[in-house]
């Protein structure tokens, strides 16, 4: 079942809207379906319309044309029993005045006609110690906890996370992920929206990219990566320098060119002067990445770059680091075609950096 379907969704803003209107179309035809069970990522630009779809959702905006279902429920007609089993953390509305966390939190309870104890969702979020304060003393990240706990009440089948981690530090970032992930477990389906595809990337299953009202794909963000044709740069740690295990890694479709060193990335004077006349006729052929890496390896500093670096024969049998430039979706196989060859005892993995991924999208370049 979906947990959430938008058909041919239009959304204009016009002269009855809440702010002074110069006739904005902040959704355009929009269909989107979010599987029950998924962790959702809903991600686009400032101003792309990320906000307004998730006011639709909630019946706090009509659509101008189209349909909304939300948890197998119509809306508007039954927009009450969506919100019943809806948790939102909202972009930009945080509590104020001089009520506490802990009366904010029972209020949510209360609303949701549920019995869950409220130092327990406190606690899950972090928040107990200053849960006597009033919300007015509360920091950006402090707020965010609280609304996550008000979210979190009565056990919600679907939980809608409007840029979840802003202010958080990176700490925070993580805790927030990790409950989104427990309450996944639990059963609950999470929309979580924002502009930062680095945050929904760790948990989300698929991302629906918006841009200026349309989406403009739905996928796997691994998926995003080979459409983009990003490029992966895999450095493997190998027991031992296996020449077969470099030819068969070359021959893998998608795999652009191979290097090997030692593991301290010394190589002779000899084949550095080689690798740096190649480097010369295409230092553009692979861009630096930072996003991806998945270890501690160190990165490489670009003197061995190139097929003139290679370790000798001579070298066989030593430990050895293993340097694969590939296309994106060649990554797993390199991995594998090394590994049946020769143990590994490392990986690192340098991608395409999420924001040039995401404006490959959003600039219609992929
Ligand atoms: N009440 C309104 N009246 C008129 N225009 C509006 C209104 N609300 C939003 N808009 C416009 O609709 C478009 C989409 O805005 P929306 O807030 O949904 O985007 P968003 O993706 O959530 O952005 P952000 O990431 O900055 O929060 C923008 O051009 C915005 O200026």
Redesign the pocket.
Known sequence: MAAIELRGVTKR?GAS???K?NG?T?LRDVDLRVEDGEIFGFL?P????????IDVLLDYLAPTAGSVRVLGHDVPEESVRVRERTGVLP?GHGPIGERTGREHVEFAIEAKGADDDPDELLGRVGMLGPEEYPVAQYSKGMTQRLLLAMALAGEPDLLILD?PTTGLDPNGAREMREIIREENARGATVFFSS?ILEQVEAVCDRVAI?DR?EIVTVDSIENLRERAGGTATVTLEVANHDETAVERVRAVDGVVSVRVESPANTVSAGRVAAAAGKRAGGENEQRPSSSQRTDSAEPTDGAGRGDGAERSDGDAGKPARVVVTCEARAKAAAIATIHDCVPVTDVAIEETPLEDLFAAFTEGVA
Not at 46 to 53: D, L, V, W, Y
């Open positions: 803003y809207g809440l702010r209107s904005v902040a686009g400032n101003g792309a319309g990320k906000s307004t779809t972009d840029e502009h918006l009202g």
